[in-house]
């Protein structure tokens, strides 16, 4: 059995603007997201105007040696995969989600300006596709109905319900600590109920929280500049200051004080932080 390659990252870029519409990293290697665009777009239209009649056999893979970018061209948009090595299972995945985030997103997709986070509800998608490289530790399982009496559990989901109907804002982390079960053990069985839309992932962000910059980041930092770039591009010098207040050892309330900033916002950005693996978890009162 020949086994999935490693996805580092996956990309939705409008065609005709040439801009990311959707970015979610999932491990290794580290490309800005906007200057990825602008280059995909100009080999894609480069190609395009080369060989006009090839019709479909247009650019579809670039190979560098350590990482393919394997390329799905939708109506609207070019789906982008970055890979340790490009394998036709991958690419009929990428091909599956372009078309399943045009139909999602079809009224969105005519009317988008540029806005950042409008398409953010697509990770549960993607889950359903990459199950095993989409989801980090620090996301919640949120349940989103009551189940049903006939709805047939394994001892392992009855367990995994049991945790978060005690505590609804425990991550994976924290099913995985409780559990016993390892964190691919949890997404197997959660998977077919997010297929189903009984659960979805999100991130939760608590005043008493205490959070600390991840060692991935810390490493993304000392290579470049890109990730304090990014932030301040969404949240301005403000979201880059309270990237540096967790510390470990303040809470998010106190971070909030301290900076003078609102709390909801403080957790916003914090709950994006989260979710591009930027900060992880070190204590949660309850």
Request: glycine residues 6%; aromatic residues 10%.
């Given at each position: 059995?020949i086994?999935?390659?490693?996805?580092?990252?996956?990309?939705?870029?409008?065609?005709?603007?040439?801009?990311?519409?959707?970015y979610q990293?999932?491990?290794?290697?580290e490309?800005?997201?906007?200057r990825?665009?602008?280059?995909?777009?100009?080999?894609?239209s480069?190609?395009?105007?080369?060989l006009?009649?090839?019709?479909d056999?247009?650019?579809?893979?670039i190979d560098?040696?350590?990482?393919?970018?394997?390329?799905?061209r939708?109506?609207h948009?070019y789906?982008l995969?970055?890979v340790?090595?490009?394998?036709?299972?991958?690419?009929?995945k990428?091909?599956?989600?372009?078309?399943?985030f045009?139909?999602?997103?079809a009224?969105?997709i005519?009317e988008?300006?540029?806005e950042?986070?409008?398409?953010?509800?697509?990770?549960n998608d993607?889950?359903?596709?990459?199950?095993a490289?989409?989801?980090l530790?620090?996301?919640?399982?949120?349940?989103?109905?009551?189940?049903?009496?006939?709805?047939?559990?394994?001892?392992?989901?009855?367990?995994?319900?049991?945790?978060?109907?005690?505590?609804?804002?425990?991550?994976l982390?924290?099913?995985?600590?409780?559990?016993?079960?390892d964190?691919?053990e949890?997404?197997?069985?959660?998977?077919?109920?997010?297929v189903?839309?009984?659960?979805?992932?999100?991130?939760?962000?608590?005043?008493?929280?205490?959070?600390?910059?991840?060692?991935?980041?810390?490493e993304?930092?000392?290579?470049g500049?890109?990730?304090?770039?990014?932030?301040?591009?969404?949240?301005?010098?403000k979201?880059?200051?309270i990237?540096?207040?967790?510390?470990?050892?303040?809470?998010?309330?106190?971070?909030?004080?301290?900076?003078?900033?609102?709390?909801?916002?403080?957790?916003v950005?914090?709950?994006y932080?989260l979710?591009?693996?930027?900060?992880?978890l070190?204590?949660?009162?309850?």
């Amino acid at each position: 059995m020949i086994s999935e390659p490693n996805i580092y990252a996956l990309y939705f870029i409008e065609r005709d603007s040439g801009k990311c519409m959707y970015y979610q990293k999932f491990s290794g290697v580290e490309v800005d997201p906007d200057r990825l665009s602008g280059f995909i777009s100009a080999i894609v239209s480069f190609s395009e105007e080369l060989l006009p009649k090839m019709g479909d056999d247009w650019l579809k893979t670039i190979d560098r040696g350590s990482f393919s970018l394997i390329v799905e061209r939708g109506d609207h948009v070019y789906g982008l995969l970055i890979v340790d090595k490009s394998v036709p299972e991958v690419r009929a995945k990428l091909k599956e989600l372009v078309e399943a985030f045009e139909k999602k997103f079809a009224p969105k997709i005519k009317e988008w300006k540029g806005e950042i986070g409008v398409f953010d509800d697509f990770r549960n998608d993607v889950f359903r596709v990459f199950p095993a490289q989409s989801i980090l530790p620090q996301y919640v399982p949120e349940l989103l109905t009551r189940l049903s009496r006939n709805v047939e559990l394994s001892p392992k989901m009855s367990v995994i319900l049991q945790i978060l109907k005690e505590d609804p804002n425990t991550n994976l982390q924290g099913i995985s600590r409780k559990s016993g079960y390892d964190i691919g053990e949890i997404l197997e069985e959660i998977r077919s109920f997010v297929v189903r839309g009984l659960i979805r992932f999100k991130v939760k962000v608590l005043e008493e929280d205490v959070y600390q910059i991840s060692p991935r980041t810390w490493e993304a930092l000392m290579k470049g500049v890109y990730q304090l770039e990014k932030i301040q591009k969404i949240y301005g010098v403000k979201g880059v200051e309270i990237l540096f207040a967790n510390d470990g050892k303040r809470s998010v309330k106190k971070i909030a004080q301290d900076l003078r900033l609102n709390p909801g916002f403080v957790k916003v950005v914090l709950g994006y932080f989260l979710m591009e693996g930027f900060i992880e978890l070190v204590t949660r009162e309850t």
